[in-house]
């Protein structure tokens, strides 16, 4: 029976494509990128490499390296990309390893440095509850080398007047400024992603990655990232890297041309649109059609959502983050939009990970103002057999009781009712609290903020549990609304600003009040043992108060929230509680007249103000 024109057709085309890709295969390899691009000796870990170029599709890699073999390869179905997985045995020496890369139609030769280990104490040392963690943009931070404002690569020039563009912020203004640091107060500062964007007009804040073992040329190089993390080391200062595995930037080479066929979620033609609702991964009475939205789908509707758990990307992320720890020597990661990919990955990535870090931290990204979702995403014990790995999360719920009745006047028992869920974290002293970040309009734009609340804000950060977290500005009263006016420039971060709020000359007489304020909690903080991990009591509570005990052996601190525009009386009872032995009460920050009876303190306190005492 002859052939009917449709399949005649069909056959035609799979002939052609047959014949092309024979062609492909004909032609010598071509190798355009190796990731990564380095290894250590020594290192407890064996890279998967990933090759990309052209005509791998029949390559094989093979190396004559003392100590060094190839020992899986795998290839691509468009002869686009080969894996190898690398052996490194542990009589290996640091010199310039080499692969042989070989088709039919001829070979080519890749040089792979392998490195001796440095500073290896120096790394993934993590963040601890005695740690106050600074948030840096870095793009709008300050501008240690202009000439780097507008590389060759970039699309569009930068622009300080463009609300979504490059300002010309980078790595070697942030080092230039650790003095500031410093005298503030910090222990630790993390940094919005500075991997390589296409550097178009709005991928200035980083999480638009199109290459993960790059640094964004407006930010600086690999050489200045390692220098800033050696000086902020000199000063005692952790640094902190943001770690993105949802999704990448829609100009990466992987939206249209992923590595395998299950490297993204979808396509560009074809995907899930986000749901952005933690509970479908909660609920144990949940469907897969309600879950995986929120695990696929593609964030902003535009951002290509990877799969990590495709097995050759969770090795391609969890060595990247090797690599990264050691070329860089992190103490810790942010998580970035950690819900969004699977608990099951992120348990072999954390596992990965400690393996050659086994101090290294890590902090999720949970944005969700309910602690019965927050906490089920902390790590350290099994939740549907699964243990996600993160140290810790962040505290999105303490975020949304601190604005709710600092900023919207709502009760205080609102911002109680989160503590009375500690219960469902394994270590709630341990969460990342905070009350501004560059997602959310900043505290003094809410509309019932004062400076007076700000500083309350700062008191609370710093005294309740948790390992507390301060957005760059926020401790000079930066203002700015809904993304992107929470992201201003830090005054006196430029040559042409007209002051410098990073010294107290240039900073107005509000700035400098808030400052201080929080120069001095940071003091508090770091001398206290009761304030890093001493165990919180809820004492008393009304709707306008609020007191509570920091106490750490016989390091015992009394903070009292009157969040009242007028002053009160706040009775604070000893019958049954810590404070029966108390004799006495000693007046520290913001804290009035107090008066100790055998049966309670009583505490004057000034309207919208937290007082802080010590107690004997």
């Excluded at 804040?205 to 990232?225: M, P, Q, R």
């Excluded at 066929?261 to 396509?267: D, K, N, R």
């Amino acid at each position: 029976m002859k052939p009917s024109r449709t399949r005649q057709y069909a056959i035609f085309s799979l002939v052609i494509l047959l014949s092309l890709l024979s062609a492909a295969w004909a032609q010598p390899p071509v190798i355009t990128k190796v990731e990564p691009p380095n290894w250590w000796v020594g290192l407890p870990h064996d890279p998967l490499l990933l090759l990309t170029g052209e005509n791998l599709g029949a390559a094989q890699i093979a190396t004559h390296y003392p100590g060094m073999t190839v020992q899986r390869v795998q290839a691509s179905a468009d002869g686009h990309y080969l894996f190898a997985r690398v052996h490194i045995d542990k009589t290996a020496a640091a010199g310039r390893a080499q692969f042989n890369v070989r088709s039919a139609k001829g070979a080519i030769k890749v040089d792979w440095p392998l490195e001796k280990r440095v500073k290896v104490a120096e790394t993934g040392n993590g963040l601890h509850t005695d740690d106050i963690l600074y948030l840096i943009m870095p793009d709008r931070f300050a501008n240690g080398d202009p000439t780097n404002d507008d590389p060759p690569q970039a699309t569009v020039k930068h622009d300080r007047t463009a609300p979504k563009g490059y300002h010309g912020g980078d790595l070697k203004g942030i080092e230039q400024h650790l003095d500031y640091l410093q005298e503030l107060g910090v222990t630790a500062v993390w940094l919005t992603p500075w991997w390589k964007n296409s550097s178009n007009a709005s991928d200035y804040h980083g999480y638009h990655v199109t290459d993960f073992y790059a640094v964004d040329e407006h930010l600086g190089t690999l050489g200045e990232l390692q220098r800033f993390v050696t000086a902020a080391h000199a000063r005692g200062i952790k640094v902190v890297s943001d770690y993105v595995a949802n999704h990448i930037g829609p100009d990466h080479r992987w939206a249209d041309d992923p590595p395998t066929p299950t490297w993204l979620h979808g396509t560009r033609a074809n995907h899930l649109e986000p749901k952005y609702d933690f509970w479908p991964l909660v609920d144990v009475h949940s469907t897969p059609r309600e879950r995986r939205p929120v695990i696929e789908g593609w964030f902003a509707g535009k951002l290509p959502d990877l799969n990590p758990d495709d097995p050759l990307l969770e090795e391609y992320l969890a060595d990247n983050a090797i690599w990264w720890m050691e070329s860089a020597h992190f103490d810790a990661y942010r998580l970035d939009t950690f819900p969004y990919s699977s608990r099951e990955f992120w348990g072999r990535w954390h596992r990965t990970l400690r393996q050659v870090y086994p101090r290294a931290t890590s902090v999720g990204e949970c944005f969700d103002l309910s602690p019965v979702v927050t906490s089920y995403f902390e790590g350290g014990r099994k939740v549907r057999g699964v243990d996600s790995g993160t140290n810790t999360v962040f505290d999105f719920p303490l975020y949304g009781g601190l604005r709710a009745v600092l900023a919207h006047n709502e009760p205080v028992g609102k911002l109680v009712n989160i503590f009375q869920h500690d219960y469902l974290y394994l270590h709630p002293e341990g969460l990342y609290t905070f009350f501004g970040n560059h997602d959310q309009p900043r505290l003094m734009s809410e509309k019932g903020a004062t400076v007076a609340r700000l500083k309350a804000a700062f008191s609370l950060l710093l005294t309740l549990r948790g390992i507390p977290g301060i957005y760059y500005g926020d401790e000079i009263a930066m203002t700015g609304g809904d993304d992107p006016e929470n992201r201003h420039d830090f005054p006196g971060g430029w040559p042409q600003d007209a002051r410098s709020a990073f010294t107290q000359g240039g900073r107005t007489a509000t700035e400098q009040e808030v400052f201080a304020h929080v120069q001095q909690l940071n003091r508090l903080h770091r001398q206290h043992r009761a304030l890093q991990d001493g165990r919180m009591t809820t004492l008393a509570y009304s709707d306008t108060s609020f007191a509570y005990l920091r106490s750490h052996g016989s390091d015992r601190l009394l903070v009292v929230l009157n969040a009242a525009e007028k002053a009160q009386t706040i009775d604070v009872s000893k019958v049954d509680t810590p404070l029966a032995d108390i004799a006495s009460a000693a007046p520290m920050l913001d804290a009035g007249p107090v008066t100790v009876t055998p049966d309670k303190l009583t505490v004057q306190a000034a309207p919208m103000s937290v007082a802080i005492y010590s107690l004997k």
